[in-house]
T-cell receptor, first 113, second 115 residues
Framework: DQQVKQNSPSLSVQEGRISILNCDYTNSMFDYFLWYKKYPAEGPTFLIS?????DKNEDGRFTVFLNKSAKHLSLHIVPSQPGDSAVYFC????????????FGSGTQLTVLP | DARVTQTPRHKVTEMGQEVTMRCQPI?????VFWYRQTMMQGLELLAY????????DSGMPKDRFSAEMPDATLATLKIQPSEPRDSAVYFCASGLATGGIYEQYFGPGTRLTVT
């Protein structure tokens, strides 16, 4: 039972345009959400996060939007750059002592020059 | 520049052999996680620790896998005996799990190939 889903395995975007990566979740108890970026042969790198008490968090070119009623979050990258080409994972965590993460299956973003 | 380190980076072994993977978490982090990434399953959580105490290892096959934290600077994941289906990249991550900060920081991974 996948509690965090990324339904698009891949996305291609032209350099300079907006990239929008989507993520859906089923467990309404998740209270914190994160996005990670992963390059080949490296570990995932933390990108940006959002608490369930907010609906938007922005950090430079990256903005995460949370729609709790739809159980949906999205990551916007503006403007997209070729160096952004990577696999993007969304993750969610429940209240608890260790805060373990549940990951989506990832979306391969390719930014074309 | 604090980061999670993992050794070895690559391991090729024969079926039936013991494999030990090591992780040094970021100093001061109180939670440590082991994940496995395969093509089919994405990032699976295998086991995790808080303040060195194992909290949950239900994600891993207990008959052959074991995870320990002998001290605050070392976490180990052992497979005995290894099987070809264990071939994957194993990641260690550490975090604080407190104060509203729940990010985990990942090591570079150990790529395991069992032949």
């Amino acid at each position: 039972d996948q509690q965090v889903k990324q339904n698009s395995p891949s996305l291609s975007v032209q350099e300079g345009r907006i990239s929008i990566l989507n993520c859906d979740y089923t467990n309404s108890m998740f209270d914190y959400f994160l996005w990670y970026k992963k390059y080949p042969a490296e570990g995932p790198t933390f990108l940006i996060s959002i608490s369930s008490i907010k609906d938007k968090n922005e950090d430079g070119r990256f903005t995460v939007f949370l729609n709790k009623s739809a159980k949906h979050l999205s990551l916007h990258i503006v403007p997209s750059q070729p160096g952004d080409s990577a696999v993007y994972f969304c993750a969610a965590t429940l209240p608890g002592s260790a805060r373990q993460l549940t990951f989506g299956s990832g979306t391969q973003l390719t930014v074309l020059p | 520049d604090a980061r999670v380190t993992q050794t070895p980076r690559h391991k090729v072994t024969e079926m039936g052999q013991e494999v030990t993977m090591r992780c040094q978490p970021i100093l001061g982090h109180n939670t440590v996680f082991w994940y496995r990434q395969t093509m089919m399953q994405g990032l699976e959580l295998l086991a995790y620790f808080r303040n060195r105490a194992p909290l949950d290892d239900s994600g891993m096959p207990k008959d052959r896998f074991s995870a320990e934290m002998p001290d605050a600077t070392l976490a180990t994941l052992k497979i005995q005996p290894s099987e070809p289906r264990d071939s994957a990249v194993y990641f260690c991550a550490s975090g604080l799990a407190t104060g509203g900060i729940y990010e985990q920081y990942f090591g570079p991974g150990t790529r395991l190939t069992v032949t």
